[in-house]
């Protein structure tokens, strides 16, 4: 999955231009983001659409900060079915975000913050 | 350096973020220092109470959607607590799809929001718009403060207290703007009236001092020559005591009991009643009455302003009153013109019997001064003048009575009513307005300067002994007066140390 460059540039900024800064961004981001998809799963089996929904609304935030668009993008979807409660297809939706998360990670892994 | 904030430029403005997603808060920690803040971080809506709760801070940067209390909750908790409810709060939200969620957070009190992908000029319009209009509040709850104490001032002012000291808005005085002037003229114009009451009850409060003095002098002075003219006439010295204390136990009892001024007597005070009936009616009368039988009248009166030197040393050495270099200069100078009189007027140069004389004569002005003493520092204060002096003497002419009988042989003078019954019986009316006037004085100036009644009576005493008995004094006993008189002038009262109130009202 590509990461938008532009994103990160927009987060360095904000943060003050520091490299190691968006490093530690990037880390935080590799450490919690399997851990909120591993929220939504739990809130699924234990039918806990609030769980699921804040799990969701927190992913669409970082992920947009970090430059992935489009889990950002899923996990809104999420977020909304949830509050809407046509949860028919959170599930399947769920493990979409499973993907992408893996995939946004390993993209980001592979980033040198310097180079940006 | 801060230049974004309103604040004084030694003081950081602090912002407390509160935001359950570890990115988001530390995107914003990172982006609020940027701009010079200092930040605190709370995890959740509870963290983030606790931490208002514990520390001041600026403004709050507030996520809606957190686990546990979100941030409608803790705006809730915000609004109920006097002391939050002024913080400006920024919720942090995503414009796009949760604009209701923002308009219900500024429904419920928070100052702006800020979109949760921000860019740093924004962050910084939003943080300054809060911060301004923190310090806005901020004056305003302080200019309130001042309008309160100063309307709080005005009302002591209206009940009549106008010492600067009490108003207690000395520190509003030192704001420069137009409310700092306002407690300034207040604080000025109420300090004023208060130096001009105090200056006028300081003359009232002398005037009637000295004109007391005036009175029980002249009183006093003339009971050493009426007690002359009443042992000339044949009265004897423990008889005459005897009636004398009984016609004004007779006297003040009635008129304590017409007045209603036994209804505080109590039995315990029995006790002082006692003392104070050995000490001035047993004592003093019996050494007056001896001694106006053997030594003129002038010098009687005369050697009582020792009194007043001795009342000042008891005064100093018991606390009761001040001892000033003034007074004490005042008071020496009497006691010096006492001395030169006596030099002139009593052979002191033989192994003559005056040296006696001289010594009995000084007892007198000491039982005096122990006497104003003993009053003014022991008499319960809720025991009235009248009824104590009343029953004191009742007590003191039951115990004058047998030792008159027995030494004297006889309580009559004579078998009728001749002159012996007559002058004591004027000595008895004039003792009788003499007491209750110098007692009024201890009371109103304390007993040094009540003290000082007995250079007035020198003067009485001279003008009746001269005037009753044809007694006169020589050029060096003129001189003498002249020095007692000098010394009556530098002794003051004592001081009225009490608040004074104003009864005025600028209101009704």
């Known amino acids: ?18 490299p190691e800064d968006l490093a530690e961004f990037i880390e935080d981001f590799v450490e919690i983001a399997p851990g909120l998809v591993s929220d939504m799963r739990a809130g699924l089996s234990a039918d806990d659409w609030d769980k699921v929904r804040i799990a969701a609304h927190t992913l669409k935030s970082n992920a947009k900060d970090l430059g992935a668009p489009e889990l950002s993008e899923l996990s809104k979807t999420l977020e909304d079915q949830c509050k809407s ?32 | 350096m801060n230049t974004t904030t309103a604040l004084p430029p030694d003081q950081l403005a602090k912002v407390l973020i509160v935001d359950d ?73 995503s414009l796009e799809d949760e604009r209701d969620s923002v308009v219900r957070a500024i429904e419920l009190g928070a100052e702006d929001f800020l979109p949760k992908d921000f860019d740093p000029v924004l962050l910084r319009a939003r943080l300054t718009a809060s911060l301004t209009k923190k310090q806005y509040r901020d004056q305003e709850k302080e200019y309130l403060t001042r309008v309160e104490r100063l309307t709080a001032a005005a009302q002591k002012v209206e009940t009549g207290q106008f010492k600067p000291e009490s108003l207690q808005i000395d520190d509003l005085r030192q704001h420069k703007d137009a409310l700092g002037q306002l407690a300034a003229v ?27 003095v005036i009175t029980v002098g002249i009183l006093w002075g003339s009971t050493p020559a009426i007690s002359r003219l009443a042992a000339n006439a044949g009265a004897t010295p423990l008889a005459l005591a005897t009636w004398v204390n009984l016609f004004l136990a007779g006297s003040y009892i009635s008129i304590a ?12 005070y029995l006790g002082f009643l006692l003392i104070w009936t050995v000490i001035a009616a047993i004592l003093q009368r019996v050494v007056l009455l001896f001694l106006a039988g053997q030594i003129e009248a002038t010098l009687l009166a005369l050697v009582a302003t020792f009194q007043g030197f001795i009342v000042f040393i008891f005064a100093s050495l018991t606390k009761l009153e001040k ?103 004027i000595l008895c009316v004039v003792i009788a307005f003499t007491m209750i006037t110098s007692f009024k004085l201890v009371d109103l100036a304390g007993p040094v300067f009540a003290s000082q009644s007995a250079y007035a009576m020198t003067m009485a005493g001279i003008g009746w002994g001269m005037l009753l008995l044809g007694e006169s004094l020589s050029s060096t006993a003129w001189i003498a007066v002249a020095f007692i008189l000098i010394g009556l002038l530098l002794v003051s009262p004592k001081p009225d140390n009490t608040e004074i109130v104003i009864k005025r009202s600028f209101t009704k």
């Open chain 2, 21 to 93: 997603s570890l990115i988001s808060r530390k995107k914003l920690r990172s982006a609020v220092k940027q701009l010079g803040y200092d930040t605190d971080l709370a995890e959740s809506g509870e963290q983030g109470l606790a931490a208002l709760q514990d520390s001041e801070y600026d403004v709050v940067l507030l996520d809606i959607v957190m686990p546990g209390m979100d941030g409608f909750d803790v705006l809730r908790a915000m609004n109920a607590d006097a002391t939050l409810r002024d913080i400006p709060v920024v919720v942090v939200s």
């Open chain 1, 1 to 18: 999955m590509a990461i938008d460059h532009d994103a990160l540039k927009k987060l360095l900024d904000i943060v003050g231009g520091d």
């Open chain 2, 323 to 425: 001892a000033t270099p003034k007074r004490l200069i005042g008071l020496t100078l009497g006691l010096v013109g006492v001395f030169v009189v006596l030099f002139d007027k009593l052979d002191l140069t033989s192994a003559g019997s005056d040296w006696w004389w001289l010594l009995l004569s000084l007892s007198l002005p000491t039982l005096y001064a122990i006497e104003w003493v003993f009053v003014a520092a022991k008499k319960p204060a809720d025991l009235d003048f009248l009824p104590a002096i009343g029953v004191m003497m009742l007590m003191s002419s039951f115990l004058l009575a047998p030792s008159a009988i027995l030494v004297e042989g006889s309580l009559l003078f004579s078998d009728g009513f001749g002159e012996a019954e007559v002058v004591s019986l």
């Open chain 2, 257 to 268: 009991a017409v007045r209603g001024q036994f209804a505080t007597f109590r039995l315990k």
């Open chain 1, 85 to 116: 409660g046509n949860t028919a297809e959170s599930s399947a939706l769920i493990d979409q975000i499973a993907v992408q998360t893996t995939a946004a990670t390993a993209g980001l892994s592979a980033i040198d913050p310097t180079t940006l």
């Open chain 2, 186 to 212: 207040f604080t000025g114009m109420a300090g004023e009236i208060y130096q001009r009451e105090l200056r006028l009850r300081k003359a009232i409060h002398a005037l009637q001092g000295i004109i007391l």
